[in-house]
């Protein structure tokens, strides 16, 4: 099945900081990637859609200057957290969908990348 | 606003036990309903799916039925495997965007 990977899978970072995580969709072409947080014992929230090529939709609530999201290219999509802080120590999940078919059976998930920020 | 509630976890069976996880939603319109599944160190994967009311998804021996009337859709196995054993999420999208809306997760330890 089609498969999206994330990196790195954990990475413990000092505040003031950025971090880059990556998501890969490695076997398909996705037009549309989401980023979303998920806090222990909670649901996994939306942060933003990335669709390539243009500006990502942030969700309510999110701040698209400590959020960056670049959709570069039909398989990548990076998210940069800008001046980390402790609070925003969370597990990051990205999904993929594919070019091709609409809806959730054809949007894939990576396996999340846990930040810690001290 | 849309949501999804489920069983809080963690929920503890052994092997060859009757599974039963509870969700229900609230949204407006006509959402599609969905069961995901997290296994250890790995990425959400759809288990199954019903797209209207009292639609059947089954998928790996689980079913869940789209019960608007309830507006539930519990997750239901007649014989779990220690296999099983991971973190499950109710979740709903509505038709005409593509936003899905997340239950917390079930975590359930099957034990042999």
């Known amino acids: 099945g089609a498969v999206v990977s994330q990196h790195p899978s954990r990475v413990i970072c000092k505040s003031g900081t950025s971090v880059k995580i990556e998501c890969r969709s490695l076997?398909?072409?996705?037009?549309?990637m989401f980023w979303y947080r998920q806090f222990p014992k909670k649901s996994l929230m939306l942060m933003a859609t990335?669709?390539?090529?243009?500006?990502?939709?942030?969700e309510q609530g999110v701040e698209k200057d400590k959020f960056l999201i670049n959709h570069a290219s039909l398989t990548l999509s990076t998210l940069t957290v800008t001046s980390a802080h402790p609070e925003d120590s969370s597990f990051y999940i990205c999904?993929?969908?594919?070019?091709?078919?609409?809806?959730?059976?054809?949007?894939?998930f990576g396996p999340g990348t846990r930040l810690t920020v001290l | 606003g849309d949501s999804v509630t489920q069983m809080e976890g963690p929920v503890t069976l052994s092997e060859e036990a009757f599974l039963t996880i509870n969700c229900t939603y609230t949204?407006?319109?006509?959402?599609?309903l969905f069961w995901y599944v997290q296994y250890p160190g790995e990425g959400l994967q759809l288990l199954l799916k019903?797209?209207?009311?009292?639609d059947k998804g089954s998928n790996k021996g689980f079913e869940a039925t789209y019960r608007k009337e309830t507006t539930s859709f519990h997750l239901e196995k007649g014989s779990v495997q220690v296999s099983d054993s991971a973190v499950y999420f109710c979740?709903?999208?509505?038709?005409?965007?593509?936003?899905?809306?997340f239950g917390k997760g079930t975590r359930l330890h099957i034990l042999p």
């Open positions: 999904s993929a969908r594919a070019a091709s078919g609409r809806g959730t059976d054809t949007q894939y």
């Open positions: 076997d398909f072409q996705a037009t549309t």
């Open positions: 990335s669709n390539e090529g243009s500006k990502a939709t942030y």
């Open positions: 949204a407006t319109g006509y959402p599609s």
């Open positions: 019903a797209t209207k009311a009292d």
């Open positions: 979740a709903l999208i509505k038709n005409r965007d593509d936003k899905i809306i």
